[in-house]
């Protein structure tokens, strides 16, 4: 009903006069919700009101003269039509029900979302921000609270069906509280109201979301366009469909529609227009010309000329659908998103040839080239459909709303009340309101008191609910490799997130879930040395930006914390004055932050993703006062959260990640013992010099710089006593460096460079002493920008504390991700055996696993970007590509690549690739989706790196992350993964 309160509201003051304290009331309340421009006014762009005129609709402008006296008409109607009325009681049946048609089930399935949690009011007032009406019916009544105004006539129309259907079953309709958009697309997306569906009604949905569809207004006419209600328009396209015989009928596929309406589908259709090469005649609709017409020369039942008629979605859902289907033609529907109440009856090859929408113009070549090979079978299936469309009468509409709010009135958990700003409605008031010719569409569309009841709604087929879970059940045992249990607790947990359906699991829903994900729970043994694990590390935590000049500041650190890292670097300096510690890059222009806020984001946060163990390094820049105080600070923030050895410590031996489970350790060198900057620069002599403040710091170096000067020496034993991890000097031969004590055990840090010189000679050594020591690599000194090195050069050598630049968002970040989400992303991960025990059975050269990898399909980009972020005037041509990171040569010599699927938010490839897996306790499956443009650089779609060792046989889901390593919220793969054991 096009009842914009903004357009009508001047005769309100007549109605006061008529000394009515209701109507006083309700006009006051409504009063502001007519004044509020920005509620009540919408623009709509791109309304798909198909078969006839699609237009944009501009913004609406109202002077307040109209503003006030349309508004004050709708009051005015519905006051003196509407306050005499009464309720005409129950009807007393006089013939027996039949069976509901079989698609009537589905109303079972769009309501099972409540079945369990049931609509609570909170969420009835949460569906409110997507709604334009809210429909409350009680004792029979119909109470109207409108938000938005609706395109054209929707609106009236809509009201008037709940209207006739209260009239035809009076007495019958339970009492019911409802929001209802009249808009073309579902709004309510599952992904993000899993916590508390939001029910909401309107004329379509999809698999993806909540929307209830209940049947369109144009059932009882389009006024605007000149369509009648759908029982003369059947009829009138059922005896148009009769005037040519199906053998002298053109002998192609037709579609007459606007392409300009944000389609991609109906972009493509406009390639496929010649008869000779396709098979097809595609026009476009002149709609200036038919407006000027007023729609007489656009009768629909002279449109059933061709054998074959296209249907194809525009912006959304398109009425179009039914009109379509009634001509006794061969439907041939290019895959639809949207489903509106009655198409989920239609099956493929009975009453419809389903088109390929990634190859429209062969895909419809090939059906018509059927067809036409086989004129019975064509003919018999546009008989079919028009059988169908004719048994979906009028009679079985009002019996499908009956049953859908029938049975989401027994959902609701509160007693529906008349809302304090709605308006009662009844035939009467729409009536009133209505102009002429709305009047006389209305009349044409009135229904009678029915003798028959409501058809019999079938049940939800529980025997085909248990097939179906059969069914579902060996699909994730034999393709996903579940066991029983693990199947039973995927149907549990389906359950719990409303996707088992009436007709059971709803597979593609499942697949693309969160319950699929691509990694095992493996979680690793986490009781051994912490020499035996990988620890996720970060490098200069606090820094923002770059090396040189970025701002010091806890929110990296929080952020590393919140991922997943477990290792977190501080440089300590003295401020200006020598009084308190600031941590800071030296010798750059980056500002620093003062160290007490640093431990006190770090105690905040450390545990937030795992419970096991955060190791600061400090690298220290201080004297023996400020050591001190570091030490009351240090125990002061932690507390019992603070690993502290005591005098009986076993030095021989690292204790495991399990012994020290949500505690905090401190590893940097002790008192006294001087180390080997981390520099390649020459250090000048500071002896006597005075470091005051970051400005006057270091060049790279960690925890190792040289300070020779005198006030900085001397034993602080608070200060030792923090330290669970001595950290030793490098200098001179690196052997003296990686001899192993097997009374004391140590951690060494070493550049990038270092470790790559040092593995040219000594690649035994390091592995040996990264055994039952602790090797960090840290970035090389040249690294101003934050960038990083390959992380492999670390991992295959045993280094345990690999740091990286956390903000360095960049190739080899994502391999540290990657490796990182393995063993439920707790921040440390198993080295190999061969890494942590001498192992003579270990060979680098023997294929041990081959990983085969098909890559079907990808969605989500459409909701994560602007439409026009890859590609202005067109969809994105997405390709991906796949590779191996790993050890020597598992490491694939480039990355494999899918072909590009042009012009598609869903991409569609069905590529496989088969990689041989040399050592898969190191290896990381690398997939990134870009755009292809030839017009420009390839735009970056996402991106994610997959441990090798715990991804989960089967078909997955596999979410794709941005450049910084954050997870899309939308985007997502569907992968196959298979393990297929090498012939010998």
């Known amino acids: 009903m096009r009842v914009n309160w903004i357009q009508r509201f001047e005769f309100w003051k007549p109605l006061l006069s008529m000394g009515s304290i209701v109507v006083f009331v309700d006009c006051g309340i409504v009063m502001k919700q007519v004044d509020n421009m920005a509620n009540q006014t919408k623009t709509i762009v791109g309304h798909n009101l198909e078969p006839t005129p699609w237009h944009l609709f501009p913004a609406k402008t109202f002077i307040n003269e109209t503003k006030y006296a349309r508004a004050s008409k709708i009051i005015q109607c519905s006051y003196l039509s509407c306050a005499t009325m009464t309720n005409n009681g129950q009807t007393i049946f006089t013939r027996e029900s039949e069976q509901c048609p079989d698609f009537y089930r589905s109303i079972h399935r769009d309501l099972e979302p409540w079945s369990n949690t049931r609509v609570s009011y909170a969420s009835l007032m949460e569906a409110k921000k997507f709604a334009s009406l809210r429909i409350t019916i009680i004792g029979g009544k119909l109470?109207?609270?409108?938000?938005?105004?609706?395109?054209?006539?929707?609106?009236?129309?809509?009201?008037?069906?709940?209207?006739?259907?209260?009239?035809r079953y009076p007495g019958s309709i339970p009492d019911v509280d409802l929001m209802f958009d009249c808009m073309d697309r579902p709004t309510v997306l599952k992904r993000d109201h899993f916590a508390m569906p939001l029910p909401i009604f309107r004329y379509c949905t999809t698999c993806d979301h909540f929307d209830i569809p209940f049947?369109?207004?144009?059932?009882?006419?389009?006024?605007?366009?000149?369509?009648?209600?759908?029982?003369?328009?059947?009829?009138?396209?059922?005896?148009?469909?009769?005037?040519?015989?199906?053998?002298n009928k053109f002998p192609y596929a037709y579609w007459k529609g606007n392409p300009d309406v944000q389609s991609p589908v109906r972009e493509k259709l406009l390639f496929c227009n010649d008869t000779n090469k396709w098979g097809a005649q595609i026009l476009r609709q002149n709609w200036a010309q038919e407006i000027l017409d007023g729609f007489k020369n656009s009768k629909l039942s002279n449109q059933c000329n061709h054998q074959y008629k296209i249907y194809a979605e525009g912006y959304a859902w398109s009425v179009?659908?039914?009109?379509?289907?009634?001509?006794?033609?061969?439907?041939?529907?290019?895959?639809?998103?949207?489903?509106?109440?009655?198409?989920?009856?239609?099956?493929?090859?009975?009453?419809?040839?389903?088109?390929?929408?990634?190859?429209?113009?062969?895909?419809?070549?090939?059906?018509?080239?059927?067809?036409?090979?086989?004129?019975?079978?064509?003919?018999?299936?546009?008989?079919?459909?028009?059988?169908?469309?004719?048994?979906?009468?009028?009679?079985?509409?009002?019996?499908?709303?009956?049953?859908?709010?029938?049975?989401?009135?027994?959902?609701?958990?509160?007693?529906?009340?008349?809302?304090?700003?709605?308006?009662?409605?009844?035939?009467?008031?729409?009536?009133?309101?209505?102009?002429?010719?709305k009047r006389e569409f209305l009349e044409r569309s009135a229904a009678s008191p029915s003798s028959t009841p409501p058809c019999k709604l079938p049940p939800a087929n529980i025997e085909m609910i248990k097939k179906e879970i059969e069914a579902k059940n060996d699909f994730l045992k034999n393709m996903q490799g579940q066991s029983d249990e693990d199947a039973n607790a995927i149907f549990e947990k389906a359950r719990h997130h409303n996707l088992l359906q009436h007709k059971g699991l709803h597979l593609l829903e499942f697949l693309y879930s969160d319950l699929n994900h691509?990694?095992?729970?493996?979680?690793?043994?986490?009781?051994?040395?912490l020499s035996h694990y990988y620890i996720y590390t970060s490098h200069n935590t606090y820094l923002t930006g770059n090396q040189f000049t970025s701002d010091s500041s806890v929110r990296p650190i929080k952020r590393a914390l919140q991922q997943g890292v477990r290792g977190i670097e501080l440089d300590l300096w003295p401020n200006s004055t020598k009084t308190d510690v600031n941590v800071c890059h030296g010798r750059t222009l980056t500002s620093s932050v003062k160290l007490w806020k640093c431990l006190k984001v770090i105690k905040d946060y450390a545990f937030t993703s795992s419970d096991y163990p955060v190791i600061i390094t400090f690298e220290d820049h201080l004297n023996t006062t400020l050591r001190t105080k570091v030490a009351i600070m240090v125990k002061r923030t932690f507390g019992d959260m603070l690993f502290q050895p005591d005098k009986y410590y076993d030095l021989s031996k690292l204790p495991s990640p399990a012994d020290l489970k949500r505690k905090i350790v401190i590893s940097t060198k002790p008192p006294n013992e001087s180390l080997e900057s981390e520099t390649n620069a020459p250090q000048k002599n500071v002896l006597f010099a005075t470091i005051s403040d970051c400005f006057q710091s270091?060049?790279?170096?960690?925890?190792?710089?040289?300070?020779?000067?005198?006030?900085?020496?001397g034993e602080v034993p608070e200060y030792r006593d923090l330290i669970a991890i001595h950290a030793v000097k490098?200098?001179?031969?690196?052997?003296d460096s990686l001899h192993v004590d097997p009374n004391k055990v140590k951690r060494l840090?070493?550049?990038?460079?270092?470790?790559?010189?040092?593995?040219?000679?000594?690649?035994?050594?390091?592995?040996?002493?990264?055994?039952?020591?602790?090797?960090?690599?840290?970035?090389?000194?040249?690294?101003?920008?934050?960038?990083?090195?390959?992380?492999?050069?670390?991992?295959?050598?045993?280094?345990?504390?690999?740091?990286f630049n956390m903000q360095g968002y960049e190739q080899n970040l994502w391999l540290m991700q990657g490796m990182f989400r393995a063993n439920n992303g707790c921040g440390y991960v198993k080295k190999p055996k061969f890494l942590c025990e001498a192992d003579p059975a270990f060979s680098p050269n023997k294929v041990k696993k081959i990983l085969k990898v098909t890559l079907y399909m990808g969605e989500g980009w459409h909701l994560e970007f602007h439409h026009a972020h890859f590609d202005y005037c067109s969809p994105p041509d997405f390709y991906a590509k796949v590779g191996i990171a790993g050890y020597e040569e598992d490491n694939t010599p480039r990355m494999y690549k899918t072909k590009s699927i042009e012009d598609d938010w869903r991409p569609v490839w069905d590529k496989v690739f088969e990689f041989p897996i040399r050592v898969p306790e190191l290896a990381l499956l690398w997939i990134e989706v870009k755009d292809n443009d030839t017009a420009k650089k390839n735009e970056f779609g996402g991106q994610t790196c997959l441990p090798v060792l715990q991804l989960r046989s089967g078909i997955r889901c596999v979410p794709l992350y941005n450049k910084k390593g954050e997870k899309y919220k939308f985007i997502k793969l569907l992968v196959r993964f298979e393990f297929v054991n090498p012939i010998s």
Not at 148 to 165: E, H, K, N
Not at 320 to 325: A, E, G, T
Not at 402 to 410: F, N, P, R, S, V
């Open 143 to 167: 109470y109207v609270d409108y938000y938005y105004d609706c395109v054209q006539s929707r609106a009236l129309f809509t009201i008037w069906g709940l209207l006739q259907l209260l009239k």
């Open 320 to 437: 179009s659908l039914k009109y379509i289907l009634s001509c006794g033609c061969v439907p041939l529907i290019i895959k639809p998103k949207y489903e509106d109440f009655f198409s989920r009856g239609l099956s493929p090859g009975e009453n419809y040839l389903p088109i390929s929408p990634e190859n429209i113009c062969q895909s419809i070549k090939t059906a018509v080239e059927w067809g036409n090979s086989h004129p019975s079978e064509a003919e018999a299936i546009g008989k079919a459909v028009q059988d169908y469309m004719e048994h979906l009468s009028m009679d079985r509409v009002y019996d499908y709303m009956y049953h859908l709010i029938t049975e989401y009135a027994k959902l609701l958990d509160f007693k529906p009340v008349r809302p304090s700003t709605a308006l009662e409605e009844c035939v009467g008031s729409l009536l009133c309101y209505a102009d002429e010719t």
């Open 215 to 247: 049947p369109d207004w144009s059932f009882w006419g389009w006024v605007e366009v000149n369509l009648g209600p759908w029982q003369e328009e059947f009829n009138s396209i059922k005896l148009g469909s009769q005037k040519i015989s199906w053998k």
């Open 518 to 529: 691509p990694l095992s729970a493996v979680v690793d043994d986490m009781k051994s040395p």
């Open 749 to 803: 840090s070493l550049s990038e460079q270092q470790l790559l010189e040092a593995s040219k000679d000594h690649g035994q050594q390091i592995v040996r002493f990264t055994q039952g020591n602790i090797l960090r690599v840290y970035p090389k000194g040249s690294r101003l920008d934050s960038s990083n090195y390959n992380p492999y050069d670390g991992w295959k050598h045993g280094a345990q504390m690999v740091a």
């Open 698 to 713: 270091k060049d790279d170096s960690d925890e190792n710089s040289k300070h020779q000067e005198i006030e900085m020496e």
């Open 730 to 735: 490098h200098k001179g031969d690196l052997l």
